[in-house]
């Protein structure tokens, strides 16, 4: 594999979108509005459990400018919402999915669900005829704790889920783990529970529906992580449309992190009203909407052990868990808590035996599904409690007992006990690295430093790493055009990466052009011809390969007519530094010369290597706990990590300080909480608390890469690897601030009123 095939790649080019988006040229779906669209907006069930026995809406659509008001009753004949992904119990039985249509069919499963759409010429008109509809309950019991659901006598989610079990899904060898426990001279044991999570992107979602008369189409504009899946998911399953019968585009996009993957009702209910009235049919979701009803993330409870030899090697590890599906089988949450978590349970170390057991659980709570991270942050925060433990049961130093248990750099490709092959990496370096760059050997002066402002100091490490997903069913397109320009298509979608800069230095590098004369084209299903969108931290993966690859191809195209140009044999043309050339002369002749005769290149590629890399990190944080207010602050952050070829250290970094904050947040203050009833007690950011830059140090990072054979780029995944890690660094950080007041374990996230709590049950 070689990897110096674009040697212009790894300059720090500031983002070629941010003057755009900074001056007011962004172009969100929320901002359009055709003349005559119609406003849309949902009414939504106050109970999570609820049998709907009368939707009375003869005064509303009385109201003026009220022009339809639609129930679970108009829309019976919609298609299921199917998840695209899937897991089996050991029998082989795939997992229980109970249809999901676009609004309850008289039984509503979780709080937020839509009972009623009102459509209407003002937004101030549908909002006054929401308020009009009545809308009658019986309110019935509800559960909304995965554990709790699958405890006898229960309430049921759903008659086609007994017991509410989803799939009881195992991974791994449990007899070898097993013997290798019998044999172990030390076992630990933690028991974690990974709070619910909202994503809490800046742009809340929207959807513009326009319905075509005359061509009997539609085109819906969304904010999405790709149009493909949109579009293949409301046509096949949903809408029952024929594929050519819909358009879905995606503009500018402020934030995706997992929840704009999967296609939700709000987004058929429009469509459905646009081809009905056979108008423009708009909606824009408010912020609560976002917390009730988009999915949210995490929530699962696990209890994980470590055996151990007397020497301090790792001999295996298994888990129990419950994860909490919510009310449906949302499109990719099948192998979120499954293969997601089982891609990382053993981090960065040889242990020669894991088994999970993974019972998935219905709720009555919306539905959960991939959120930055997907599985990965719960897993590592087990894993790496447990090794700091064993330190502490040990009396070993929780660096070097990490450094015995590492995978040796020989040892890759790598294959895990739980079946996964990690292509490369160098991991004793990254740890010698982080421990330079954070200046470990300070960290006692600062821990007594500390101690004399009356704070208590401590110090936690994290090893982590991100298995890059999402799917390759990507083909790209390339034009050079006739004046020299460069115009790509490709079915990744940026929700703010940074998309726009990191492909145009790729197609910079292959055809020796600035930059600024390349141009990224996304998010319309009409003018790509395929893609599986954006996760799993692996669009400059897919999209980047196969940029280069198309570009290849118009290369190879235009050497016909350079040879002409040049008044040689075809043969005889070289190709370097955008410009053809005759081989062993100084006559060549220019890419855009080339372009202009032929009056514009093209090249097309399929996806040809491999999606997954398997970036990985180690962290180093410090904290400072307030043990009279349980105040926790993050004062030192530091990590080293590989994440293959960089393209672009400026983006890089924004990653790792983007991924890092969420972590922290779910490490410390983010939690979407219910009441025993179902009710969402953090319905507003009133409530629910995100990280601000405040809560947030100086992170330092220093890169020691491998590239990754999996593709011929060397390029791994980088986005979800920080968020994957900062929160069992700051956990492990925290307790070990805590261990000599007896405080061993506290729940994520780490408020001051928990911390404070923890302190007082073992004052």
């Keep these: 594999m070689a990897f110096d095939v674009l040697p212009g790649l790894g300059q720090p080019v500031r983002r070629l979108e941010d003057p755009r988006l900074l001056t007011g040229g962004g172009r969100f779906t929320a901002n359009l509005a055709p003349a005559g669209m119609l406003h849309a907006l949902f009414l939504r069930s106050p109970y999570a459990h609820a049998r709907i026995t009368a939707i009375r809406t003869e005064a509303a659509l009385a109201m003026p400018g009220v022009v339809a008001i639609l129930t679970g009753a108009d829309i019976a004949h919609l298609g299921h919402n199917p998840a695209i992904t899937e897991i089996r119990d050991r029998e082989g039985r795939r997992h229980i999915e109970p249809k999901r249509l676009p609004m309850a069919q008289g039984l509503a499963r979780h709080l937020g669900e839509i009972v009623a759409m009102v459509v209407a010429e003002s937004l101030n008109a549908a909002r006054d005829a929401l308020e009009a509809i009545e809308a009658d309950y019986d309110s019935l019991p509800a559960v909304t704790d995965g554990a709790a659901a699958l405890l006898p006598g229960a309430p049921l989610v759903h008659e086609e889920a007994p017991g509410n079990l989803l799939c009881d899904w195992h991974k791994g060898d449990a007899a070898a783990t097993e013997a290798a426990f019998a044999k172990a001279a030390h076992v630990v044991k933690v028991k974690h529970r990974s709070a619910r999570l909202l994503a809490g992107y800046m742009e809340t979602r929207s959807a513009l529906a326009e319905w075509d008369e005359a061509a009997q189409r539609m085109t819906l504009t969304t904010p999405s992580q790709g149009v493909h899946v949109l579009h293949r998911l409301l046509c096949d399953n949903i809408l029952h449309l024929p594929r050519e019968a819909l358009r879905v585009v995606t503009p500018d996009v402020g934030g995706g992190f997992g929840p704009k993957l999967p296609p939700y009702p709000e987004q058929a209910l429009v469509c459905f009203a646009a081809m009905r009235l056979k108008r423009a049919v708009g909606w824009v979701q408010e912020r609560s909407e976002h917390h009730l009803a988009d999915t949210h993330a995490r929530d699962l409870l696990a209890e994980a052990s470590l055996a151990l030899d007397a020497d301090g090697r790792f001999l295996a590890l298994k888990i129990e868990a419950v994860a909490n599906f919510g009310a449906y089988v949302s499109t990719v949450n099948p192998t979120i808590p499954t293969t997601g978590m089982a891609k990382v349970m053993t981090s960065l170390y040889d242990i020669p035996a894991a088994h999970i057991a993974m019972r998935c659980a219905f709720t009555h709570t919306a539905p959960v599904d991939a959120v930055r991270g997907a599985g990965k942050p719960e897993a590592l925060v087990l894993i790496e409690r447990l090794v700091d433990e064993a330190a502490r049961l040990l009396g070993q130093d929780a660096a070097e007992l990490r450094r015995r248990n590492l995978i040796p750099r020989d040892a890759f490709p790598y294959r895990t006990a739980l079946g996964y092959e990690y292509d490369s990496g160098n991991y004793e370096a990254l740890l010698d690295g982080l421990l330079a760059q954070a200046d470990a050997a300070g960290f006692e002066q600062r821990r007594v430093a500390s101690a004399a402002r009356g704070l208590r100091r ?289 729940d994520l996230p780490l408020t001051p009123q928990r911390v404070w709590q923890a302190l007082r049950s073992v004052g």
Excluded at 643 to 665: D, E, K, M, S, Y
Excluded at 719 to 733: K, R
């Design 458 to 746: 401590g110090r936690g490490f994290a090893c982590h790493l991100h298995g890059s997903g999402g799917w390759g069913d990507e083909t790209s397109l390339v034009s050079v055009l006739p004046d020299g320009g460069i115009e790509a298509r490709t079915g990744t979608q940026s929700q703010g990466q940074g998309h726009a800069t990191a492909y145009a230095q790729v197609l910079s590098a292959a055809f020796g052009v600035p930059v600024e004369k390349v141009r990224i084209i996304q998010g319309d299903s009409d003018s790509i011809p395929r893609g599986g969108g954006t996760g799993g931290s692996s669009s400059t993966i897919i999209s980047g390969t196969t940029l280069k690859r198309a570009a290849d191809v118009a290369i190879e195209q235009g050497r016909e007519d350079a040879a002409e140009l040049l008044e040689a044999a075809p043969v005889d043309i070289e190709w370097r530094d955008g410009f053809y050339e005759i081989a062993g002369t100084d006559r060549r002749v220019s890419l855009a010369d080339v372009a202009a005769h032929r009056g514009g290149l093209e090249g097309r590629a399929d996806f040809a290597d491999q999606v997954a890399t398997w970036p990985a990190g180690i962290f180093l944080c410090e904290v400072e706990v307030d043990a009279e207010t349980g105040q926790v602050t993050i004062d030192r952050l530091n990590a080293a990590i590989d994440v293959g070829r960089v393209v672009n250290p400026v983006l890089l970094a924004g990653q790792f300080h983007g991924g890092t904050a969420a972590g922290i947040g779910q490490a410390l203050m983010e939690e979407a909480r219910y009441d025993d009833d179902g009710q969402l007690l953090t319905v507003t950011l009133m409530d629910y608390a995100m990280p601000r830059a405040a809560d947030t140090p100086s992170f330092g990072h220093v890169v020691l890469n491998t590239p990754s054979p999996n593709n011929f780029l060397g390029i791994k995944g980088m986005g979800e690897l920080p968020t994957n890690g900062a929160p069992a660094a700051v956990a492990n950080a925290v307790i070990d601030a805590l261990a000599a007041e007896g405080v061993t374990h506290i």
